[in-house]
């Protein structure tokens, strides 16, 4: 979570544990992912999700995968 927030520039709240969540899936799905440089790295590809507005409702967008 710590390295989530301090990637994206968030404070803790919901937004974290969606992200954290999908992280999860994935590495559920194929243990080989678990590695602190892959994770890294798939945060900062999430982060297209986040409008520089603000944050968004990740839920959905975050259930499919980024190509």
């Known amino acids: 979570g710590n390295d989530i927030m301090k990637e994206l ?11 954290l969540k999908q992280l999860f899936e994935e590495v ?14 798939r945060i900062k590809e999430l982060k297209i999700w986040i409008p520089r507005a603000g944050f968004l409702s990740i839920g959905e967008p975050l259930d499919e995968p980024i190509t």
């Open 28 to 41: 559920d799905e194929d243990l080989s992912l678990n590695t602190r440089e892959y994770l890294l790295n």
């Open 9 to 19: 520039g968030i404070e803790p709240g919901p937004e974290v544990g969606k992200i």
